[in-house]
């Protein structure tokens, strides 16, 4: 855990951004930065590690593990500000 406090970061992101909605895990392949990972999906007050083809909707919160910079990407992509 030391380490990733120093490189790393751990986020949850609730998914605003249509271009992601209805998109499975495995599809998230093109779409996530190098060096950001799904840990977890929360749905409905329930936390899951997701299969690769669970799919995405509207308000699903993710928690985002990777390197500093690739999870503010992940940030951004996925909880776009207007």
């Known amino acids: 855990m030391t380490e ?3 490189s ?17 895990i495995k599809d998230l392949d093109d ?10 999906v929360g749905r409905d ?5 997701p ?6 909707e509207y308000g699903d919160h993710l928690t985002v593990l990777g390197r500093n910079e690739a999870v503010k990407q992940a940030l ?5 500000h207007d």
Do not use: K, M, N, W
Request: glycine letters at 8%; one cysteine or more; proline letters at 4%.
């Open 4 to 6: 990733l406090e120093r």
């Open 8 to 24: 790393g970061d751990v986020q949850e992101i609730e998914i605003t951004a249509d271009s992601v909605i209805g998109l499975t």
């Open 31 to 40: 779409v996530l930065p190098d060096g950001c990972l799904i840990a977890l």
């Open 45 to 49: 007050g329930d936390s899951q590690v």
């Open 51 to 56: 299969e690769r083809d669970f799919e995405l």
């Open 76 to 80: 951004e992509r996925f909880h776009p």
